[in-house]
């Protein structure tokens, strides 16, 4: 039984460090480049798609609701990282995501601190 426990144990504290560096990595990207992770990987995604995402891709590609990312999405495009547009010649209904230079710059800062913190990481 007593390795079961020692299991769980080891499990539960790697899963502790974990969540403490994502909160870690969630505010140095907030003092960095003025974006959460969530907002970071969001806007990852989107360019990744060439800055041609769609909600409906973002929230399949993330396993989450439609409605969670348009949520999402809202918040940065209110910050002015992303914006929205249609694309002649393609159904009206379809409506494109991209990163705008005020979101790349977000995504490059956040991904050098991002960077810097996984060095400093190996470094130890």
């Known amino acids: 039984m007593t390795n079961i426990t020692d299991d769980l144990t080891r499990t539960l504290i790697m899963i502790e460090r ?3 560096l994502r ?3 969630n505010d140095l ?3 960095a480049a003025g974006v959460t992770l969530n907002q970071a990987v969001l ?3 989107i360019a990744a798609t060439g800055n041609l995402a769609t909600v409906s891709g973002l929230s ?3 396993k989450r609701a439609v409605h969670t990312l348009t949520a999402a999405v809202d918040g940065v495009e209110k910050k002015g990282l992303v914006q929205r ?3 002649k010649g393609e159904d009206g209904r379809v409506i ?3 990163l705008t230079s005020e979101g790349a710059a977000a995504l490059a800062s956040f991904r050098a601190s991002l960077n810097a913190i996984v060095k400093l990481l190996c470094a130890t």
């Open 60 to 62: 399949g590609a993330r």
């Open 96 to 98: 494109r995501i991209g």
């Open 85 to 87: 547009s249609k694309i």
């Open 43 to 45: 806007l990852s995604q």
């Open 29 to 31: 990207g907030q003092a």
């Open 18 to 20: 974990a969540l403490k």
């Open 23 to 25: 909160l870690q990595l």
